[in-house]
């Protein structure tokens, strides 16, 4: 959880929950340089060496979410939603631009991020937990409700790295809708759950959008973010190119491809 990470939160008009400001993000191709690539690169003067590629994967995106909305981004493969949704968590620093929040975050972007392979659910839940923000207490307190939405009692007291890929995402997800954040963030998480987990994590997801939670879903489901997504944000080559109504979005994005 991030608290806060604006430093000019005061900036922010009171209903917004999020805004995104003139932000760009680029990655650097040839940052893992062989050992003979970076011997050569230190013998060779400055003037002669091959500058290094850059990727930009977000290039001046702006906008704002306002408090209580669910917002979809959605975009082709590797169009730069999961940089987006990792510049909002906190977890990556934009090179250009500000990304302002208000309030607590809760980020489900990668399954698995934030467990440890050798502890135990139940251990990992106190230390997923912890990372969320929540203290020793507060998770005692919701540990029975965390493990009864992930209906993986079970398998509590095994090591985490024997769990698939959908029971990580259970536990995730509960410990993550326990952790109750102003702000969710969540990557085509949903994914890999059964169908039945499915249900019951949207339904969950429209309990916190009645009690006002703000919400980013990145999805390639068309289904999932028109059932719960107000507005949607079209990511195209690293370019925002829509911001409106989730029908016209999908249009945009298709006619886009
Ligand atoms: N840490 C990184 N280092 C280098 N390149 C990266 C890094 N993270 C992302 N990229 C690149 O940035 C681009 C955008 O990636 P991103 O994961 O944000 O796309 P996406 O829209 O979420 O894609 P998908 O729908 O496939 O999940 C891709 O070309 C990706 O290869």
Redesign the pocket.
Known sequence: MVEDISQSRAQLPQDVSIRVSEVSKR???RANHSIKEAIVKAFTPKSRRRPDET?T?LDRINFDIKRGETVGLI??????????LKLMSGVMQPDEGEVYVRGSVAGLIEVGAGFSPDLTGRENVYLNGAILGMSKEEIDARYDDIVAFSEIESFMDTEVKFYSSGMFLRLAFSVAVHSDPDIFLI??ILAVGDEAFQHKCITRLREQQKRGQTMVI?S?SEDQIKSLADRCIV?SK?HQIFDGKPDEAFAVMRANM
């Open positions: 990655f650097h191709f990727f994967a975009g082709v493969n590797g169009s730069g939603k999961s940089t987006l990557d085509e990145v390639h990511i690293s």
